[in-house]
């Protein structure tokens, strides 16, 4: 995947979250946890674009 692809999904996602924010009337709490799900799955994509998570696949629990 191209740099300036993974770039353009970072800032949009990162606009889009600042947007609900400051528009979108909620609790803190609700935005904290809104805050921390987004930057979670924004870095388990990002680990995945990268094939950093590619060996986790072979590890059964």
């Known amino acids: 995947m191209p740099l ?3 770039l353009l999904v970072i ?3 990162g ?3 600042w947007l609900i ?3 979108i009337p909620m609790a803190s709490i609700i ?3 809104l805050n921390i799900v987004v930057v979670i799955v924004l870095i ?3 680990l995945n ?3 950093i998570t590619s060996g ?3 590890i059964h629990l």
């Open 4 to 6: 300036l692809t993974i």
């Open 11 to 13: 800032i949009i996602v």
């Open 15 to 17: 606009v889009a979250l």
């Open 21 to 23: 924010n400051s528009f």
């Open 31 to 33: 935005k904290s946890i």
């Open 44 to 46: 388990v994509w990002l």
């Open 49 to 51: 674009v990268f094939g």
């Open 56 to 58: 986790l696949s072979s």
